[in-house]
């Protein structure tokens, strides 16, 4: 017989990523997804099968990996890192994609190199948009890192803002209050240092333009071993006044850090600069304690409505009914009516005693000035300097300074 050599020869596509599961029939919108992503260059691995595939000459294309798992393979963290470890020593880039899976297993992973991380099921694109991710080139490391000096034993005050409701202002207030207390002077210029600690949603460096990178989850991630040159590779210029550590690339756990691993951050921040201020999450989480004892002075933002007052009330109750010193807070009210406005001088009044607390600071409205500056990633003395908010917390600014040098005389 004739050979059909008119016949079209289709070759198979080189495998370029696989998939790594237990059985990846219990991800189905994982495998429908990277059939959208990748067509037939894909293949699917069990756990001890990769191991063995990586060592092959079949493995050289591989760009990345799929490892997914769910709360049944938590038993088998130590082969689930070994996969990742291997993978990273080929080049190989490792997408963790986790289903009930503890924060403690989580960040055992996430500490063995996985470059991304998606929960599943997996939200809308998101497989996409991590491997487009994957595939940009790397980013030039900065060419004067900032440098801590090693050994440094200073005592820097930690001044805390956490917003007891959506939108009422505290990663405004930490931002501008960190920049004014960085740019008292040109003569008296404090070191001063701002932490983004709310992990998931944090918008301290779309306020101050600056991009979030992988170094800040690899130190979060290696506490324990943290040196100076290791956090201060995490942390981000602003305009060379203020030191910054933005919140992670990726949407992690709260409790993902333990009390222990804060702990340790604000520690070497302290150490290294008179002014460390903490923009906190809404949400209380296991190491808010930890925060709340370490503070000098912790801000409590609310403002003039019922959701605030409620929410001050359930914070009261939730500190008081622990032991936790809730005399530390200072509630600052945002947006405060002006000082001709008598009826909202006299609500404010109401709402201080029918919740028992004492309203140490009035901040005004800044308008839309403040959403301004805040979209154009600039603080307030930069874009309104005549602002009306910018002027009371400069104010405050310089009053926390002499409080703190005061104190440091006294010592």
Known sequence: MMAMSGMPQTETPAIVACTISRDVQNFDLLIEDMETALGEAWGDLGFTEALAFFAQAEAEPLQFVALAIDSA?????????????????????????????????????????????????????????????????????????????????R???????????????????????????????????PSVCLLDFDLQSGSVSTYLDLPRREAVMEMLSETESMDEELF???????????????????????????????ARVIEMARSHFDFVVIDMPHTLVQ?????????????????????????????????????????????????APKFTDLTGKSRVKRMAESLSISIDLQLPDGGKQVL????????????????????????????????????????
Not at 95 to 102: H, P
Not at 233 to 261: C, R, Y
Not at 290 to 309: G, K, N, P, W
Not at 397 to 409: D, I, M, P, Q, T
Request: proline share 6%; charged share 20%; aromatic share 4%.
């Open 73 to 153: 393979d938590e038993g088998d963290l130590p082969l689930m890192g070994e996969i990742i470890t291997q993978a990273k020593a080929r080049g190989i880039k490792v997408i963790l994609i986790a289903e009930d899976v503890t924060p403690a297993a989580l960040h055992t992973l996430l500490r063995q190199g996985a470059d991304e991380f998606v929960p599943y099921p997996l939200p809308e694109q998101e497989l996409q948009a991590a491997i487009e991710r994957l595939q940009e080139p790397e980013p030039v490391a900065a060419a004067n890192p900032h440098q801590l000096q090693t050994g440094n034993q």
């Open 155 to 189: 005592e820097g005050a930690v001044v805390v803002c956490h917003g007891l409701a959506g939108g009422s202002g505290s990663t405004t207030m930490a931002v501008n209050l960190a920049w004014e207390l960085a740019a008292l002077s040109e003569q008296e210029e």
């Open 232 to 262: 201060g590779q995490a942390l981000q210029p602003f305009q060379e006044k203020l030191q910054v550590l933005t919140a992670p690339s990726e949407m992690v756990p709260l409790d993902l850090l333990s009390p222990d691993d804060i």
């Open 287 to 335: 190491w808010s304690e930890t925060v709340l004892s370490t503070a000098h002075v912790y801000f409590a933002l609310i403002e003039l409505d019922m959701r605030s007052a409620q929410n001050a009330l359930r914070m009261k109750r939730a500190l008081q009914s622990e032991d936790l010193p809730f005399e530390k807070l200072r509630f600052a009210l945002n947006r």
């Open 372 to 411: 301004q500056s805040c979209d154009h990633g600039l603080p307030l003395a930069v874009s309104a300097a005549k602002n009306p908010l910018r002027k009371e917390i400069a104010k405050l600014a310089a009053s926390l300074h002499e409080l703190g040098r005061s104190e440091a005389e006294a010592a």
